[in-house]
């Protein structure tokens, strides 16, 4: 039995275990004045909060229970907010007050962003991040960096979300046939240390309020290399065990939904591994992936197949970074998650249910300790929920979203901006997305009072148990397939989400699934939206050029001895990332992988 | 009869987003179109090199991730220098490709744009009325790829027809074509690889191309790859997707729909083939769809010169092995996907299963998915081996 058979039988387990408890506090006294005396400790020590009418609330809701079988089922089934198994979530408190600050989008406007500051400074303590994260990247590095600039200027902490531009994300350079209408589009294009160097400029890349997340695969064991050589280029090689942040660095992902893997299955997995080793033992602050079901939800996926493909590919990671001799206590705390959260009823428990089969799995039937039972995911609202079409109901849609996500306890979020099915979202739109959070988290009183205020109604708990059963009858089909590595070779995953993809658009065609604007409460005539495009004008695409070919001119000698040498590395079948620390200091990423491709081959699509 | 539309479709370079592109293909096939689908990230110069060499009527990019105002007139323009500009470029994006984006690209030469919102008979609608018509003769001269292509479409639409060009038509032909390009060497050689769906045949093939190419820098290949039509449908023509290798200018691909014939091969294979062989490549690679046990495609075409059975494995009980006819009459055959459990015990029946023949059989393991696999190269050896036994003895004789 593969790893995933072993997880979802441990689930099973832990279920009939749930059960037995519930009825050992019914027949055992001494067990069920236990429970009794440890719920009524908890409720007494849940601080009382007010509401700003005068309503008192306990900063933490628990069901209206006595009976020592009700409060196991509770206790055992469910766990407190960041108790094992994390049904509430993972940690204890999360969006209260007076933690409440989500700053980003204040744009020029000085005075609301000071207020806000003052009563962060005057808070003591240092308060949890600001979940808000806000995805960005356009143009050349610079661009994006002035975009950071501006998106974090009056935040107290600095979390930078990268998107790069398709040549980078297939990791080829911006002079490569036909791509020059690319550079700088819908992301920032990277080539060289140099241009990683311009991206991250006058921020403070070891501080404990900064951290960056890029949002690559294919070649994100290069782009890694780059990033840490350009922040020793700054700060020193001091600065390497303090760097904070996530690549996505997702292989299974992207040959199962998005497409952007540029080696052989196992090649990509071997580089990955390499990357994973190291940053581990050398960066103990960053998460060097981000296992992502959200490109498999905009595929096409249903819910469920996007939770039970990213906990499996989860599961699957860890099998071969354990094969690899990394301890899990090592790795585990090291992994996040990346889901998407759409419209369908699934997503009003699809990431709690996520999060307890990942604390389950890794526990049971991995070893991990506490930290590594974590399922920390960062959310993001669907963009194919998103249309052209009447396209400001757009904010409608994200507002929905949102809810459905932070009702999950998501551990991060992103809201996408209404303008996203044309370009590059804009300021505006962004500042809309941005102001959304701020209004669910901030302004609302939905949130900020009382953890577990919508947890645990009865559509939530039907939800969460069809959504369970529906995970595992996945795992068990894909263990019998030959577990995560065969099934993905197989085309499984893929097909799958296809055939849903399909479906989806039927049903929109036949109407059976409703989209305002488009298929019903049409608008007659299609009005072209007027919107404002964030467009790379081709002087600045010429302009990166250019440097790359000053860049390569520059280093041409040394390129060659890297990349001589990384090849008889990966020839030899060695780690391979302190050798990529090297080349990237001479090499462009495009050489870098060309050189890796000549060795171990390109990636063959799966159609 | 109307003839199948024949259309490319593929997804630009740096962009992944091939979902809705999949499902406009299941519509356009359900339509009887033939559909050669390029696949994701792919070139200017390979989605032009395809259309020429597929002689499609046009060509349908589905492109998400900007840069499409360049990409389309780039596809556009090369189309043009190649004398190809008969080939109309249409397309879509969903939201990223604005109105105004449109009307750029229409200025550039580009037919036409969809929008959101377009339903997919009325992309269909569209591609029946504007490239349902026969293409337009051109007087100019055409380039050696063109003319080939052009020559390849005529014997297959001249089949469904009801008429058969004679040989010797495209003997001449091909000579005139060739003219110029008669220092190279002779006569082409013909490997024909069949076998089961699923057994790995396009990637082996797509394997042996790229040490073809290198190992010689003159070396020219043509490979016609077939795909099953529908019943009463078109026919989805997706081996160039795969066939990342192939995708090169000293390779002419051609692929061909079953059109309804049974036995892994199109009506017009043994035509198409034979003018092939004719036209100045060093070899000839001949891709049957996925077969059953009976069948026998290369049978009747003397021009096969090698023929190659790649198996899959799992291909059930011994008993199974009985029925396979194909395994009296391959050249060579192949268990590929060798890293399977089943592997061993699969090349140890095949093993007994020839050497009940008592011909000289040859039977290799290969990954084919594997980068630079041994049993690759084994194969590579052997044909190329062949080829020179047979040289040499063409050599003897003269």
């Known amino acids: 039995m593969s790893k995933l058979g072993q997880v979802a039988e441990a689930v099973e387990k832990y279920n009939q275990f749930v059960l037995a408890q519930v009825k050992r506090a019914r027949w055992d006294e001494k067990f069920g004045r236990e429970l009794i005396k440890r719920w009524n400790e908890i409720k007494a020590k849940t601080p009382v909060t007010h509401t700003p009418t005068g309503l008192p609330l306990p900063r933490l809701a628990l069901p209206e229970i006595d009976e020592p079988g009700e409060i196991a089922r509770y206790l055992f089934g469910e766990g407190l907010p960041g108790e094992f198994p994390f049904l509430n979530g993972a940690y204890r408190e999360m969006y209260l007050e007076p933690v409440r600050k989500i700053e980003t989008g204040n744009y020029g406007k000085k005075t609301l962003a000071d207020g806000a500051k003052q009563k962060a400074d005057g808070n003591g303590a240092r308060p949890p991040e600001e979940p808000t994260r806000l995805f960005s990247g356009l143009m050349l590095a610079e661009d994006t960096n002035e975009r950071f600039h501006y998106l974090t200027q009056h935040q107290r902490t600095h979390r930078l979300s990268t998107a790069f531009d398709g040549p980078t994300l297939y990791g080829i350079d911006s002079d490569a046939d036909g791509v020059f209408g690319k550079i700088g589009e819908g992301g920032v294009a990277i080539d060289t240390i140099e241009d990683m160097v311009r991206l991250y400029d006058g921020f403070d890349l070891g501080s404990p309020n900064f951290s960056a997340s890029m949002t690559i695969s294919g070649p994100a064991p290069i782009i890694m290399a780059m990033y840490i050589a350009a922040a020793k280029r700054h700060f020193g090689s001091k600065v390497v065990p303090k760097l904070r942040g996530t690549i996505q660095a997702d292989i299974f992902k992207e040959v199962q939904a998005q497409n952007e893997t540029i080696f052989p299955i196992e090649a990509s997995l071997r580089f990955l591994t390499d990357m994973v080793e190291f940053t581990t033992r050398e960066m103990p602050r960053w998460y060097p992936i981000s296992i992502s079901g959200y490109h498999i939800g905009e595929a096409g996926s249903t819910p469920v197949q996007q939770a039970a493909y990213t906990l499996s590919n989860g599961f699957a990671y860890a099998e071969m970074f354990a094969a690899r001799g990394i301890p899990v206590d090592q790795f585990g705390p090291r992994l996040s998650f990346f889901l998407d959260c759409g419209l369908d009823a699934e997503y009003i428990a699809l990431a709690r249910v996520s999060r307890r089969i990942w604390a389950i799995g890794m526990r049971d039937a991995y070893g991990a300790g506490p930290r590594g039972q974590l399922f920390k995911l960062h959310t993001q609202t669907s963009g194919r929920s998103l249309i052209a079409a009447e396209f400001k109901n757009n904010l409608t849609r994200t507002a929905a979203e949102l809810m459905l996500a932070y009702m999950n306890a998501t551990n991060s979020c992103h809201s996408n901006s209404a303008d996203e099915p044309f370009t590059t979202p804009s300021e505006e739109w962004i500042r809309l997305a941005a102001h959304g959070q701020a209004i669910l988290l901030e302004e609302s009183g939905i949130f900020k009072h009382t953890m577990n205020m919508l947890s645990g109604s009865p559509g939530m708990k039907a939800v969460e148990r069809a959504v369970e059963r529906a995970i595992l009858d996945e795992f068990r089909e894909i263990e019998r397939l030959g577990g995560v590595l065969a099934a993905v070779e197989d085309r499984f995953q893929r097909s799958q989400i296809q055939n849903a993809a399909h479906r989806y658009e039927q049903q929109i065609y036949d109407g059976t699934r409703p989209i305002i604007g488009l298929n019903k409460y049409r608008n007659g005539e299609d009005v072209a939206p007027e919107i404002k495009l964030a467009r790379t004008p081709r002087k600045k695409q010429q302009l990166q050029v250019d440097r790359l070919a000053k860049f390569k001119k520059k280093n041409a000698e040394k390129a060659t001895r890297a990349l001589d040498k990384l090849a008889a590395i990966v020839e030899r079948g060695e780690n391979c990332f302190p050798a990529l620390l090297e080349a990237v200091e001479v090499c462009s990423l495009g050489q870098i992988t060309g050189c890796l491709q000549e060795v171990v081959g390109r990636f063959r699509p799966m159609v | ?398």
């Open chain 2, 1 to 398: 009869m109307t003839l199948p539309i024949r259309i490319l479709t593929a997804v630009p370079i740096c962009d992944g987003h091939d979902s809705a592109i999949n499902t406009i293909n299941l519509e356009f096939i359900r339509h009887g179109i033939e559909v050669i689908y390029l696949g994701y990230h792919r070139s200017v110069g390979d989605i032009v090199r395809a259309a020429i060499q597929e002689d499609v009527r046009a060509i349908g990019i589905s492109s998400y991730n900007g840069g499409h105002i360049e990409f389309f007139a780039e596809v556009v323009d090369l189309l043009r220098k190649r004398g190809a500009s008969d080939i109309k470029v249409f397309g879509g994006g969903g939201g990223t490709i604005t109105h105004d984006d449109a009307a750029t690209m229409r200025r550039k030469g580009v037919d036409q744009i969809f929008f959101a919102g377009t339903s997919l008979a009325e992309m269909t609608d569209y591609v029946r009325k504007n490239y349902g018509m026969p293409r337009k003769t051109q007087s100019r001269t055409k380039s050696w790829d063109i003319e080939l292509a052009w020559k390849l479409t005529e014997i297959e639409d001249g089949l469904a027809k009801g008429k058969r060009l004679t040989f010797n038509a495209q003997r001449s032909t091909s000579k005139k074509t060739i003219g110029n390009r008669q220092s190279a060497i002779g006569n082409a050689k013909v490997i024909g690889f069949t076998g089961p769906g699923g057994a790995g045949k396009t990637t082996l093939i797509d394997e042996l191309v790229l040490r073809f190419l290198k190992q010689n820098p003159r070396r020219r290949i043509a490979i016609l790859s077939h795909d099953p039509s529908v019943v009463g449908e078109g026919a989805l023509l997706g081996d160039r997707a795969t066939m990342i290798n192939s995708q090169n200018d000293r390779v002419f691909m051609r692929s061909m729909a079953t059109r309804g014939q049974a036995g892994g091969l199109s009506p017009a294979t043994h035509d198409c083939l034979a003018l092939l062989a004719q036209s100045n490549f060093d070899y000839v690679i001949i891709e049957t769809v996925g077969t059953g046990q009976e069948a026998l495609p290369f049978q009747k075409n003397g021009i096969v010169d090698l023929t190659v059975l790649v198996m899959n494995p799992d291909y059930g009980s011994r008993l199974q092995l009985q029925k396979i006819v194909m395994l009296d009459l391959a050249d060579i055959v192949v268990v590929n996907k060798s890293d399977l459990q089943r592997a061993r015990t699969a090349h140890s029946e095949i093993e007994q299963r020839l050497e009940q023949n008592r011909r000289d059989q040859r039977l290799i393991d290969t990954v084919a998915k594997r980068h630079r696999d041994s049993g690759v190269d084994r194969l590579f050896e052997l044909i190329c081996r062949d080829e020179r036994s047979r040289r040499g003895k063409a050599r003897n004789k003269s």
